[in-house]
């Protein structure tokens, strides 16, 4: 998930809440805008805002997986672990 997030950043120019969670979660299979809405509300940025992928990509991890679960099951380690994998 974070190559494909920094991917998104770094190779498409998709710079907020609103594009990355359009193209992770196209509306043709999710309620896109309450995904959107969900994300943005839980890194505390507007959906249409500017934000470096690459400063708060464990924040937008976590966020993505809690709406895509409900919950998050990966400690904060983990996820960090991750991403300094790629």
């Keep these: 998930m974070a190559r494909v997030l920094l991917n998104y ?48 990509l464990s924040e937008l991890i976590t966020a993505i997986i809690v709406h895509e679960n409900g919950m998050n099951p990966y400690r904060e380690v983990t996820i960090n672990e991750a991403i300094a994998l790629v």
């Design 9 to 56: 950043q770094n190779l498409y120019g998709l710079r907020s809440v609103e594009q990355i969670i359009n193209r992770w979660a196209p509306s043709n299979e999710n309620d896109t805008q309450s995904y959107i809405d969900s994300v943005a509300d839980k890194l505390g940025v507007h959906p249409w805002a500017n934000i470096s992928v690459q400063r708060n």
